[in-house]
């Protein structure tokens, strides 16, 4: 079964530090990138950060909001993406998904399947 | 407030059709695959349909989906129950070099 499981969640006060995990399983995991998403509670989706497949440069991006706090990798020989999450606002406060999301070059052709259950991160003082 | 359009509610009653609109600009929906999730309450998205081109080109079981300049519709045919859940469309953009979604759309079958 292809799977992806997301961890490392918790509470956190604003300017500290956290770590998440998704580790894949059911698939080639060095053949796909990944993607984090993330819902605040009550509201709809957004993107957070990807990282291409290694023979694609792992090459990362990242949405504005997030941009020179957050920093994505990943490290194939454990199937595993990683999301370290830096200088966290009250306004980071989400449920963050992993996805695998897709084998292209191109993101416009990733299709974000499966999606981790998600792990939650609160940041409050 | 999201940058692809959708309403915020659809309803129907049980073996209706119902349609989501999700509308857009020519930097994402006019240039790039359109994506649909599906949501229940309390889980994790799960990825639905898509659809790239001008012609109806995504179809798995009761629901479809469609693209029409920078427009895109999910339609779902003989509601059911099961189908509560929120929809969110979803779409690179080239301008914001990003993901656009949607903000979603609750379907409630009466």
């Known amino acids: 079964e292809v799977q992806v499981v997301d961890s490392g969640g918790g509470l956190v006060q604003p300017g500290r530090s956290l770590r998440l995990s998704c580790t894949g399983s059911g698939f080639s995991f060095g053949d796909y990138a990944m993607i984090w998403v993330r819902q605040a509670p009550g509201k709809g989706l957004e993107w957070v950060a990807f990282i291409r497949r290694q023979t694609h440069g792992a090459t990362t991006h990242y949405a504005a909001s997030v941009r020179g706090r957050f920093i994505i990798s990943r490290d194939d020989d454990k199937s595993v993406a990683y999301l370290q999450m830096n200088s966290l606002k009250t306004e980071d406060t989400a449920m963050y998904y992993c996805?695998?999301?897709?084998?292209?070059?191109?993101?416009?052709?990733?299709?974000?399947?499966?999606w981790g259950q998600g792990t939650l991160v609160t940041v409050s003082p | 407030q999201s940058v692809l359009s959708q309403p915020s509610s659809v309803s129907g009653t049980p073996g209706q059709s119902v349609t989501i609109s999700c509308s857009g600009s020519?930097?994402?929906?006019?240039?790039?695959?359109i994506k649909w999730y599906q949501q229940f309450p309390g889980t994790a998205p799960k990825f639905l349909i898509y659809s790239h081109n001008d012609q109806p080109s995504g179809v798995r079981d009761r629901f479809s989906a469609s693209r029409s300049g920078t427009s895109a519709s999910l339609a779902i045919s003989g509601l059911q129950s099961a189908d509560e859940a929120d929809y969110y469309c979803?779409?690179?953009?080239?301008?914001?070099?990003?993901?656009?979604f949607g903000g979603g759309t609750k379907v409630t079958v009466l």
């Open positions: 979803a779409a690179w953009d080239d301008s914001l070099n990003g993901w656009v």
């Open positions: 020519s930097s994402n929906i006019g240039s790039n695959a």
């Open positions: 996805s695998r999301a897709g084998s292209n070059y191109d993101p416009g052709w990733y299709l974000f399947d499966p």
